[in-house]
């Protein structure tokens, strides 16, 4: 399997704070890849300085065989990269509807596509007309997830997406994202829900203070209990 | 594609219109008809203010959208209301026997000529200023400060060293002239103009806004930068443009404020400046309804205010102000910021 992204002793300072220290992993095409660590290890910060958002001082992001370490964020954003910031980044004051259609770049909204983004969030068609400021946290959830899929896009970075939600709401949110993955979507997904990260993950990288301890596949840190407790701190067992 | 439900059984949440802040609007206007007495003074007062209100209004616009989108503070915005209002004169160079034409129809051309000139040239002067003045300070508030004031004094004073330091009076075209006189109350014809300038350039923006993408970006934009770009669109190439518009909106609100005063001097958009930022500051930063409404009711209130306790005109503003931010801390309409 090819690799669609690859950072290369990625280095990112926001002011005076060394935030990433040579980040080195690989997301492989058609495939969903784990994120993980403690808080403040530098998932977000790495999703950022892919997006461009935060500039890699050092080292090198290589999307699709192009270097985009120094590329602007609009740019890469249409070269293909979609991205669910842990805030979600909905926008409150536009309708559901305005936010979907800031997303779909191409100008309209594709009828059949967005058939099947209802089915898989419905509360987005009941909700479609009003202020996206006015849904819950998982309704926001899930348009922040929406927006990303409304056109597709080669790789998708999701930052947290079931951060604050309810158990219920996990475990749908959990079969969203089975379904995007039998799409062949290749998926960056950052997360501190343990159950989620096992049911989901191909494959695995591990952060620590802003370097990469660990990449492997999914399935074996999920059977080893002393890796998860010396990447983690904890099993995921006590997680779930 | 099949599908993975996601089952929600949430209650459709209720919409909110928000409708207190604009009905301030009429409620203040029919508040002040017992205080003035006269229906005829009440009337007069309330079609001059309003036509100030728009006035401030257009003026007001661009920048609130500046300060929304990039959270740029433009303290320089009174050039472009200078500049536009000294355009005037210059459309009025070739056009001069129009004014005095008793044709309706020629005057009414010589103040769009008037307003075309200003919006194309104060529309060039933003893409310049932008490029010059604002683009280098980016995300520093302390510098915008500075870097703008100190570019609308020198702005200031070209404007001494082309047209002269002396106030230069301004004439209105002859059919523009007078009142009309509906049973006792008299409403000046170039007030209603105004009003029907302002409400023409809001009924556009509101359009622009809402029904264009373009204005769906600004909207979204003025929410969240950092998303926008992060959809893909170029943010800074947007906010040029929105720059642009600010500074022609200026212009034309520069135009209708010297035909207004009938004077043009170097200091006039210094002067309105204070306004205006008191006027984006109720309206909550970065709202064009807020700034619509804010507008007006700093208008009514200055004109009430002026003609039942004048002693109080100078402050009523800043009063109004603090009123409504102890009653609404982010303004009227404050946009949802990330």
Same mark, same amino acid.
């Given at each position: 399997m090819s690799d669609l992204l690859r950072l290369e002793g990625v280095h990112t300072h926001i002011a005076q704070y060394h935030i990433l220290h040579g980040v080195d992993f690989a997301v492989p095409k058609g495939q969903l890849t784990m994120l993980l660590g403690r808080n403040g290890a530098g998932k977000t910060t790495t999703l950022r300085t892919i997006m461009g958002l935060w500039q890699a001082s050092q080292g090198r992001v290589v999307f699709d065989g192009q270097d985009i370490t120094k590329t602007a964020t609009p740019e890469i954003a249409q070269s293909g990269i979609a991205y669910v910031p842990e805030n979600m980044g909905i926008f409150a004051d536009l309708t559901v509807r305005e936010n979907m259609l800031l997303a779909a770049r191409e100008g309209e909204i594709d009828m059949a596509r967005l058939k099947w983004i209802f089915g898989?969030?419905?509360?987005?068609?009941?909700?479609?007309?009003?202020?996206?400021?006015?849904?819950?946290?998982?309704?926001?959830?899930?348009?922040?997830?929406?927006?990303?899929?409304?056109?597709?896009?080669?790789?998708?970075?999701?930052?947290?997406?079931?951060?604050?939600?309810?158990?219920?709401?996990?475990?749908?949110?959990?079969?969203?994202?089975k379904e995007l993955k039998s799409t062949g979507a290749t998926i960056l997904l950052v997360e501190q829900n343990f159950l989620a990260a096992k049911l989901l993950g191909d494959n695995v990288a591990v952060m620590d203070d802003g370097r990469i301890v660990h990449t492997g596949a999914m399935a074996e840190l999920a059977e080893d209990k002393s890796l998860q407790q010396k990447l983690l701190g904890l099993s995921m067992d006590a997680h779930q | 594609m099949s599908t993975a439900a996601i089952s929600d059984t949430a209650a459709l949440p209720k919409v909110k219109l928000d409708l207190l802040p604009i009905l301030l609007v009429p409620g203040l206007m029919l508040l002040a008809l017992p205080f003035v007495g006269s229906f005829?003074?009440?009337?007069?007062?309330? #079609?001059?203010?309003?036509?100030?209100?728009?006035?401030?209004?257009?003026?007001?616009?661009?920048?609130?959208?500046?300060?929304?989108?990039?959270? #740029?503070?433009?303290?320089?915005?009174?050039?472009?209301?200078?500049?536009?209002?000294?355009?005037?004169? #210059?459309?009025?160079?070739?056009?001069a026997g129009w004014v005095e034409s008793p044709n309706i129809w020629l005057n009414i051309g010589v103040l769009l000529a008037c307003i075309l000139v200003a919006m194309v040239v104060t529309g060039a002067l933003g893409w310049a200023f932008e490029r010059v003045v604002i683009r280098p300070v980016y995300g520093q508030h302390l510098k915008q400060i500075l870097i703008t004031m100190g570019g609308m004094i020198v702005a200031e004073q070209m404007i001494h060293v082309i047209w002269g330091a002396s106030p230069i009076p301004l004439r209105l075209p002859e059919g523009l002239r007078g009142a009309i006189v509906i049973g006792d109350a008299a409403m000046e014809k170039y007030r209603v103009i105004a009003v029907v300038v302002g409400l023409t350039v809001?009924?556009?923006?509101?359009?622009?806004?809402?029904?264009?993408?373009?204005?769906?970006?600004?909207?979204?934009?003025?929410?969240?930068?950092?998303?926008?770009?992060?959809?893909?669109?170029?943010?800074?190439?947007?906010? #040029?443009?929105v720059f642009i518009a600010g500074s022609a909106l200026a212009g034309l609100g520069g135009v209708l404020w010297a035909f207004y005063r009938q004077t043009l001097t170097a200091g006039m958009g210094m002067e309105v400046n204070v306004l205006i930022f008191i006027v984006i500051i109720i309206g909550g930063l970065g709202s064009v309804g807020g700034c619509f409404t804010g507008a007006l009711l700093v208008a009514l209130v200055a004109n009430y205010t002026g003609f039942l306790a004048p002693k109080l005109a100078l402050g009523s503003s800043i009063l109004l102000m603090v009123l409504i931010l102890l009653w609404r801390p982010q303004g009227l309409y404050p946009v949802a910021k990330r």
């Amino acid at each position: 399997m090819s690799d669609l992204l690859r950072l290369e002793g990625v280095h990112t300072h926001i002011a005076q704070y060394h935030i990433l220290h040579g980040v080195d992993f690989a997301v492989p095409k058609g495939q969903l890849t784990m994120l993980l660590g403690r808080n403040g290890a530098g998932k977000t910060t790495t999703l950022r300085t892919i997006m461009g958002l935060w500039q890699a001082s050092q080292g090198r992001v290589v999307f699709d065989g192009q270097d985009i370490t120094k590329t602007a964020t609009p740019e890469i954003a249409q070269s293909g990269i979609a991205y669910v910031p842990e805030n979600m980044g909905i926008f409150a004051d536009l309708t559901v509807r305005e936010n979907m259609l800031l997303a779909a770049r191409e100008g309209e909204i594709d009828m059949a596509r967005l058939k099947w983004i209802f089915g898989l969030f419905p509360a987005l068609e009941r909700f479609w007309l009003l202020a996206a400021g006015s849904l819950s946290g998982g309704q926001k959830q899930m348009l922040a997830i929406a927006r990303a899929i409304v056109e597709p896009r080669a790789l998708l970075l999701i930052d947290e997406p079931t951060k604050g939600l309810a158990p219920a709401i996990i475990m749908n949110m959990i079969q969203a994202f089975k379904e995007l993955k039998s799409t062949g979507a290749t998926i960056l997904l950052v997360e501190q829900n343990f159950l989620a990260a096992k049911l989901l993950g191909d494959n695995v990288a591990v952060m620590d203070d802003g370097r990469i301890v660990h990449t492997g596949a999914m399935a074996e840190l999920a059977e080893d209990k002393s890796l998860q407790q010396k990447l983690l701190g904890l099993s995921m067992d006590a997680h779930q | 594609m099949s599908t993975a439900a996601i089952s929600d059984t949430a209650a459709l949440p209720k919409v909110k219109l928000d409708l207190l802040p604009i009905l301030l609007v009429p409620g203040l206007m029919l508040l002040a008809l017992p205080f003035v007495g006269s229906f005829s003074t009440w009337v007069t007062l309330t #079609v001059a203010a309003l036509a100030m209100g728009m006035m401030i209004f257009l003026m007001a616009s661009g920048l609130t959208l500046v300060f929304g989108l990039m959270d #740029v503070l433009n303290f320089g915005h009174g050039v472009f209301i200078s500049f536009g209002a000294y355009m005037s004169l #210059v459309a009025l160079g070739p056009l001069a026997g129009w004014v005095e034409s008793p044709n309706i129809w020629l005057n009414i051309g010589v103040l769009l000529a008037c307003i075309l000139v200003a919006m194309v040239v104060t529309g060039a002067l933003g893409w310049a200023f932008e490029r010059v003045v604002i683009r280098p300070v980016y995300g520093q508030h302390l510098k915008q400060i500075l870097i703008t004031m100190g570019g609308m004094i020198v702005a200031e004073q070209m404007i001494h060293v082309i047209w002269g330091a002396s106030p230069i009076p301004l004439r209105l075209p002859e059919g523009l002239r007078g009142a009309i006189v509906i049973g006792d109350a008299a409403m000046e014809k170039y007030r209603v103009i105004a009003v029907v300038v302002g409400l023409t350039v809001f009924g556009a923006m509101y359009l622009v806004l809402n029904r264009t993408k373009i204005g769906l970006l600004i909207r979204a934009g003025v929410e969240n930068a950092e998303m926008v770009e992060a959809l893909g669109y170029k943010i800074r190439r947007l906010f #040029v443009g929105v720059f642009i518009a600010g500074s022609a909106l200026a212009g034309l609100g520069g135009v209708l404020w010297a035909f207004y005063r009938q004077t043009l001097t170097a200091g006039m958009g210094m002067e309105v400046n204070v306004l205006i930022f008191i006027v984006i500051i109720i309206g909550g930063l970065g709202s064009v309804g807020g700034c619509f409404t804010g507008a007006l009711l700093v208008a009514l209130v200055a004109n009430y205010t002026g003609f039942l306790a004048p002693k109080l005109a100078l402050g009523s503003s800043i009063l109004l102000m603090v009123l409504i931010l102890l009653w609404r801390p982010q303004g009227l309409y404050p946009v949802a910021k990330r």
